[in-house]
Nanobody, 126 residues
Framework: EVQLVESGGGLVQAGGSLRLSCAAS????????IGWFRQAPGKERERVSC????????MYADSVKGRFTISRSNAQNTVYLQMNSLKPEDTAVYYC???????????????????WGQGTQVTVSS
C-alpha cells in the first residue's frame, strides 16, 4: 500500500524559508502525480503545487507562484516543496497526496487524490 510521510514543517518568521519533504513508499511512482495541499483553520483545503512524476510537469497556485518550488528526487522517491519568502497567510497544515498520472491531474481537486500523508504544520509569524 502506498504511504506518504511529510516532514520539514515548523515555525519561521515572515520572509523566511522552509523545505517540506514527502517520502513515498509502497509502490512505483513514475506514473503518479504528487500534489501539495494546505489547510488553514476554518478554511477549505487548497491545492498549492503539483508535479507529474512521468514528465516533471509542475503547477503552482497563484498565491505561491514565484515563492514556492516543487521538485523530486527519483532515487529516494521523495518530493520536495521549497518555500521561500514565507508570509503569515502561508500558515497551515501542509499535506502531500498522490494519484495516478493523467494529463490534467495537477489541475484536479483534492478528491481526485487517492493517497494522503498525515500533514505537517507550517507556522509563519509576523
Amino acid at each position: 500500500e502506498v504511504q506518504l510521510v511529510e516532514s520539514g514543517g515548523g515555525l519561521v518568521q515572515a520572509g523566511g524559508s522552509l523545505r517540506l519533504s514527502c517520502a513515498a513508499s509502497g509502490g512505483t511512482f513514475d506514473d503518479y502525480a504528487i500534489g501539495w495541499f494546505r489547510q488553514a483553520p476554518g478554511k477549505e483545503r487548497e491545492r498549492v503545487s503539483c508535479i507529474r512524476l512521468s514528465n516533471s510537469t509542475t503547477m503552482y497556485a497563484d498565491s505561491v507562484k514565484g515563492r514556492f518550488t516543487i521538485s523530486r528526487s527519483n532515487a529516494q522517491n521523495t518530493v520536495y516543496l521549497q518555500m521561500n519568502s514565507l508570509k503569515p497567510e502561508d500558515t497551515a497544515v501542509y499535506y502531500c497526496a498522490a494519484t495516478p498520472d493523467a494529463p490534467l491531474v495537477c489541475y484536479s481537486g483534492m478528491y481526485y487524490y487517492t493517497f494522503w500523508g498525515q500533514g505537517t504544520q507550517v507556522t509563519v509569524s509576523s
